[in-house]
C-alpha cells in the first residue's frame, strides 16, 4: 500500500485536470449553443424581410405602382434589415438594441405603409397570391417568437453555468462572461400576427 501513496497526487492532478476539461468544454458547449440559436433568429428574420420583399412585389404588380412609390420605401427598408448583423459573442448591449430595432422597425413600418396602399387599393385583398403572403408573414412571425424564445433559453442557460459554483470560479478564467445584455425586447413574448392577418382582412 504504501508503494501506491506516491502515486495518490499524481491521481488527483488527472482528476482535477479531467474535471478543468469538462467543465472548461461545458462553456464551450453553452456558448456554441448561444451562437446556434442566434443563427436561428438570423435566418427568421432573414425570411421575415424576403417574404416582405415578395409581398411588395405582388403588390407593386397589382397596383401597376411605378418607382419612386412608397413601396421602393419599403423593399429599402427590407434590404437594410437583411445586410443588418449581429455576432453574440463579440456584439455589445448597443450592438444588439441597434440590431432588434432595426428588424422591429421593418415590421412595424411596413405594416402601415402596406396598409396604406391597400386601403387605396383594396382590390389588393381578395387576390388569392395577397392572402396567402400575408399568412405565410404571419407564419414567420410565429417562428420569429419560436427562435427568440429558444434563444433566451440558450442565454439563461449560458448564464447559469457561469453563476453555478464551483463552475462559476473558473468562468471568468477561461473568459466566459455573462451576456446580461441578451434580454427580450418588451413585447416580445406576443408575435404581431393579429396586426398582420389585419391587412388581410
Not at 411596413?110 to 408573414?137: A, C, S
Not at 433566451?152 to 468562468?171: H, M, V, W
Request: glycine fraction near 4%; proline fraction near 2%; charged fraction near 30%.
Amino acid at each position: 500500500m504504501q508503494k501506491y501513496k506516491k502515486f495518490i497526487p499524481w491521481v488527483i492532478l488527472v482528476i482535477l485536470i479531467i474535471w478543468c476539461v469538462s467543465v472548461y468544454n461545458g462553456f464551450v458547449n453553452k456558448d456554441v449553443e448561444v451562437s446556434t440559436k442566434w443563427s436561428m433568429v438570423q435566418s427568421t428574420y432573414q425570411l421575415r424581410a424576403d417574404k416582405i420583399k415578395e409581398l411588395v412585389n405582388v403588390v407593386k404588380g397589382s397596383a401597376k405602382f411605378e418607382r419612386g412609390t412608397l413601396l421602393d420605401v419599403v423593399e429599402a427598408r427590407a434590404g437594410k434589415a437583411r445586410q443588418a448583423t449581429f455576432d453574440p459573442s463579440k456584439g455589445t448591449a448597443e450592438d444588439y438594441k441597434k440590431y432588434t430595432n432595426t428588424q422591429n422597425d421593418l415590421l412595424a413600418n411596413t405594416r402601415r405603409d402596406i396598409n396604406i396602399v391597400v386601403e387605396q387599393y383594396p382590390q389588393l385583398k381578395t387576390t388569392e397570391l395577397y392572402k396567402g403572403l400575408m399568412d405565410e408573414n404571419s407564419e414567420t412571425e410565429n417562428k420569429i417568437k419560436v427562435e427568440r424564445d429558444n434563444f433566451t433559453k440558450a442565454i439563461s442557460n449560458y448564464n447559469a453555468a457561469t453563476r453555478r459554483f464551483p463552475g462559476n470560479l473558473f468562468a471568468g478564467i477561461f473568459g466566459f462572461h455573462q451576456k446580461e445584455f441578451f434580454a427580450a425586447d418588451s413585447g416580445a413574448d406576443k408575435a404581431p400576427i393579429d396586426d398582420l392577418k389585419e391587412l388581410s382582412k
